[in-house]
Every structure is written in C-alpha cells, then in structure tokens.
C-alpha cells in the first residue's frame, strides 16, 4: 500500500533534509518505488543535494497548475526520484499550498514510497505537508532545544490527527554535550526509529551530489540509514560476516 510520509522537525539544521534524501535514497536500494518531494517551498535543499538546483518543472508549476506531477520527476544517476522546488522568489509567491494535498494523492498512483520533505518550523508549509501525508517522522538532534521543537512538531501532527511513526536522531556524538538517548525517548513520548552518528561522509556526499548511502555505504551514517528504512519495511537488519566487518572498518578510516 502507498503511503506519504512527511518528515519534519520543528527546528532547522538539525538534518532533516539529509534524513529525507538518505531514506529515500536507501528504500530505492530495497528496490522500493520511491519518490522525494521538497515541500520545503521557501528553502527547497532537495535539488541541491541531487546536484540539480534548477530545473524546468519544479513542484512550483505544479502546485500553480501549470504541469503534471509527472512532468516534475527526475531521476539523479543513481536511480533516486525527486521532485525539486524552485529556487525563485516569484515562484515561491505563485505557489498554491493547498494543492499538495493532491499532488501527494496522484504520487501514490505510481510510488509506493513518497517522503515529503517540509520546510523547518511550525509554518503553513509544514502544515501543508503534515496535511498531505499518512504518517510524520520527526527529526532531531539530542539537545534540549532540538528536542523541545521536535516536541511541539510532535504535538502539531497529532493536533492533526496525523500519526508519528517515531523519532530519528541524527548527528550524534555520543559525548557529554548531550541528552541520553533514554531522555531524548521519555520527552518526546515516542519510538525512536533510529540513530545516526556524526559523520564526516555525510558532508563528502553533499559535496558529491549524492546520498551517503551510494557514495559510502559502509560509513557509519549510511548504515544508520539503511537501518531505518529496513524498519520501515518491516525487514530484519542483517549482520555483517567477519569478512564484511573488516570492510566497514576500512571504510571508516
């Protein structure tokens, strides 16, 4: 069954955008029909990340009605889908918010997967975005003001009647600047889907134009990812033989 997920987090630069462009991209590698829409209208990053920050239909044109969702597909060489918002001021102004709703409808006629990622905040655009889906997965970092955006993001989505599927943690360092992860799950009232260290691959990707999950598969980052979308699956997480273990380690160094 097709199913629209909106990823928010209340707070910015917390790596939502990342988390969207790497689930996307590690649900394609279970050969999942996957498609990544940036809802994020006033800041879209989605296009960046791909390598393809200007396009000729963007989610804009559509939103305006002036093209099909399908004319907004492109497809990144490494088979990854994404529908990329303008970067324009004037086709941010000439957006129809109300019409995503829509949009993310026609999508589950052809993906199985559409993850939506929303702008930052609490705003009408997240609102849009929460509006449009099935379910919301919420992203944070584990700090006290991370988390308490997260919190009201959390409360946004049910004040929605949208459910939270559960948390993702990113950028972890695992030091003593930071919550417990058992804090970070107590305040939030919700699973944690998974945990994504720091990790210095995740910013080569980006500068690689691509998702750390192709471009580093055995980093630390790439492995939380692959994880996450196996849960989203319902899929047992395999372990690595003693040979593939001493490729992850060469990997990391």
Not at 72 to 86: L, N
Not at 153 to 164: G, Q, W
Not at 235 to 244: L, N, P, R, W
């Amino acid at each position: 069954m097709a199913k629209v997920c909106a990823v928010i987090s209340g707070k910015g630069g917390v790596g939502k955008t990342t988390t969207v462009v790497n689930l996307g991209a590690a649900l394609s590698k279970f050969n999942e029909d996957v498609v990544i829409v940036d809802a994020n209208l006033t800041t879209p990053n989605i296009g960046l990340h791909f390598g393809a920050p200007i396009v000729p239909v963007s989610l804009n044109h559509v939103l305006q009605g002036k093209a099909d969702v399908e004319e907004a597909v492109y497809e990144h060489e490494s088979g990854t889908k994404i529908i990329p918002s303008s970067l324009s001021l004037k086709d941010l102004k000439k957006a129809k918010l109300d019409n995503l709703y829509n949009v993310a409808k026609d999508l589950k006629k052809s993906y199985n997967h559409i993850i939506l990622d929303s702008a930052a905040g609490l705003g009408e655009e997240v609102k849009a975005a929460i509006e449009a889906c099935d379910e919301v997965l919420v992203v944070t970092n584990p700090n006290i003001l991370s988390v308490t955006d997260a919190l009201k993001a959390i409360k946004l989505a049910e004040d929605m009647d949208k459910p939270v599927k559960g948390i993702i943690i990113t950028r972890v360092k695992d030091d003593e600047t930071e919550m417990s992860l058992d804090g970070v799950s107590e305040m939030l009232e919700k699973p944690i889907l998974g945990i994504v260290p720091e990790d210095k691959h995740v910013q080569i990707s980006l500068n690689k134009k691509n998702a750390v999950v192709n471009t580093k598969p055995r980093s630390k980052a790439a492995r939380a990812y692959m994880d996450i979308a196996a849960k989203m699956l319902g899929k047992k997480k395999k372990e690595a033989g003693f040979f593939g273990k001493i490729l992850e380690f060469l990997s990391l160094q």
